[in-house]
């Protein structure tokens, strides 16, 4: 599995908006995305760089997969 890169939160609330995810609130500094269809939100800190576990719970919570994630976050897919 490739290795997701370093970036903070703007780039990941840009992957998180192409796949569908709508940013719903925000408390100091942590931003609350969901989605129809995902039982919990997405709780995004807005730290200019994110932790791998960060990283991970997005992915586990938002049912996303790693793959799909850094081909968004690289550019490599169109949004759909």
Same mark, same amino acid.
């Given at each position: 599995? %490739?290795?997701? %890169? ?10 998180? *908006? ?22 919990? %939100?997405?709780?995004? %800190? ?5 932790? *791998? ?17 850094i ?10």
């Amino acid at each position: 599995m %490739p290795k997701i %890169p370093s970036h903070g939160w703007k780039d990941a609330a840009k992957v998180l *908006k192409s796949l569908g995810f709508v940013a719903v609130r925000q408390k100091g500094s942590h931003i609350v995305f969901e989605k129809e269809g995902i039982a919990r %939100p997405i709780i995004l %800190p807005t730290y200019d760089d994110l932790d *791998k576990r960060i990283i991970r719970t997005i992915l586990k919570t938002g049912m996303i997969d790693q793959n799909q994630y850094i081909r968004l976050l690289t550019g490599e897919v169109k949004k759909h």
